[in-house]
């Protein structure tokens, strides 16, 4: 699903990535660690078509992003989850998960929310895996904030995508709501053969969730294995190495160049009191 190969960016005399070797097969879930700056936003980046680097080799889906692409071809292969969910409060649950389908539509029809029974039905399967299904026409500013990372799921699952992103999706929650999230995440990847790539902070979740643990440090990979083999060794190489420099962007959300993203501002403006 990913191939990355001696993959380098730089932003001016500041290396984030140096050389990075990965590879990541379909229905795989993978947690990436390591401290702020480590270099992991970049590197998710980079697999989301926002960030070019400097060199190396890097395909998604079969599609070469080192060379020119379609944000729209990429877009049916990439859904993101984001840490501070992305969704638009007045729209309906079921609106918010259809916007995952946009990239789908043409653009007169999803400007005006105009959706095929058959993306609804979707929309409501995809509610139903994360079980959100009863919540499908409740506004979304009503729920909580677990409710809401659900719904951002089940967004991406609605793109029918190959791989998945996900951004500190459980950063602002409390530990049981977060674990639940993540349990809804990687079920619903498994049961569809979807790539899952993960930034976190918790190590006891990498253990518990991850089928495999990638931990960076100063942009280099310096842990590539299984969850329990991440001993102390491991993560002192993660944690215990020099901070550097924040990356490019900081800790700002993703920039999403998935199709619900790119016409977000336009179903909001069309969603009066939806």
């Known amino acids: 699903m990913i191939s990355i190969r001696k993959l380098r960016k730089s932003y001016g005399s500041n290396h984030v990535l140096h050389g990075i070797d990965m590879e990541v097969k379909a229905g795989e879930f993978v ?3 390591g401290l702020s700056g480590a270099g992991k936003s970049t590197l998710l980046r980079c697999i989301n078509g926002l960030t070019r680097p400097d060199s190396g080799t890097l395909q998604v889906g079969g599609i070469d992003l080192m060379h020119k692409h379609s944000c729209r071809e990429l877009a049916r292969h990439v859904a993101m989850v984001f840490q501070h969910h992305n969704l638009v409060p007045r729209l309906s649950v079921r609106k918010n998960v259809l916007t ?8 007169l029809a999803s400007v005006l929310q105009l959706f095929r029974q058959s993306d609804i039905a979707l929309a409501d399967q995809c509610l139903e ?5 009863h919540k499908a026409l409740e506004r979304t500013e009503a729920l909580s904030g677990g409710q809401m990372q659900r ?18 999706p459980v950063a602002s929650l409390d530990p049981r709501t977060a674990r639940s999230v993540l349990q809804y995440l990687r079920d619903a990847t498994r049961e569809l053969g979807i790539a899952v790539v993960c930034n976190l902070h918790q190590v006891d979740y990498a253990r518990e969730f991850g089928d495999r643990v990638v931990g960076l440090a100063q942009g280099r990979m310096v842990f590539d294995g299984r969850p329990g083999d991440l001993d102390e060794a491991a993560l002192n190489a993660i944690y215990h190495s020099a901070p550097q420099p924040a990356e490019a962007g900081g800790n700002q959300a993703l920039v999403q160049i998935t199709a619900d993203s790119w016409l977000t501002g336009a179903v909001a403006a069309h969603a009066g009191g939806l």
């Open 100 to 107: 995952g389908r946009l990239g789908q539509v043409g653009t």
């Open 31 to 33: 947690v990436m660690l």
């Open 129 to 133: 895996r994360v079980g959100l299904a």
């Open 151 to 168: 719904v951002g799921i089940a967004r991406a699952l609605a793109q029918r995508p190959q791989l998945i992103l996900a951004d500190e």
